[in-house]
Nanobody, 123 residues
């Protein structure tokens, strides 16, 4: 019913930049919070940044000042721009959206995840 498709990952040298995108499609009524998470090998998934429907943002301390999360509601898309990348930023990055869909006469809110996009930062 709802799909999230990410793009923009890849291999980049330390100090470089990347811009990740995630677009939702399907029977969407509205999207509340959007966010980016990442999981490095052998580690738990962790929050990178979130943005509310009112565009309030929150960042992990590890990326604060180096990253910017933004959203385009008309396109059902969330972006994550990362600068001054470090090898420790290497991970699979997942987008997450809290989406409202309509099923018959009811509205349901659920969390959806993208498939993940690999970001590798070489030293």
């Amino acid at each position: 019913q709802v799909q999230l498709v990410e793009s923009g990952g890849g291999l980049v040298q330390a100090g470089g930049s990347l811009r990740l995108s995630c677009t939702a499609s399907g029977s969407i009524v509205s999207i509340n919070a959007m966010g980016w998470y990442r999981q490095a090998p052998g580690k738990q998934r962790e929050l990178v940044a979130t943005i509310t429907s009112g565009s309030s943002t929150n960042y992990a301390d590890s990326v604060k000042g180096r990253s910017t999360i933004s959203r385009d509601n008309a396109k059902n898309t969330v972006y994550l721009e990362m600068n001054a990348l470090k090898p420790e930023d290497t991970a699979i990055y997942y987008c997450n959206m809290r989406i409202v869909i309509r099923q018959y006469i009811k509205y349901m809110t659920s969390d959806y995840w993208g498939q993940g996009t690999q970001v590798t930062v070489s030293s």
